[in-house]
């Protein structure tokens, strides 16, 4: 089964235009919300609307089991990885 951990960009998008990146979520495959795209769009929720369609995407990503939370051995990963590019 194919694993998918959305981008914040593309969360923001959808919000914005529910038609964008469509396929993404609705092909085959398990989609996952990430702890640091969690992070990130609560960081630029600067409305009351904003904070909720949020709160709801996370409590449903919970709900489902579905949220990944890095370790730090994978933010060390993360780190060696990055400094190959």
Known sequence: MIKKVID???IIDRFSDPD????IFLSSGIVYLS??????LRAGAHTKEALRAINE???FFR???RVIVPSI???????EIISKL
């Open 20 to 23: 964008l990146y469509r396929e």
């Open 63 to 65: 709900q489902v089991g």
């Open 57 to 59: 995407l996370f409590h």
């Open 73 to 79: 051995t994978d933010y060390e990963k993360a780190g």
């Open 35 to 40: 702890s640091v795209v969690l992070m990130e």
């Open 8 to 10: 914040t960009n593309i």
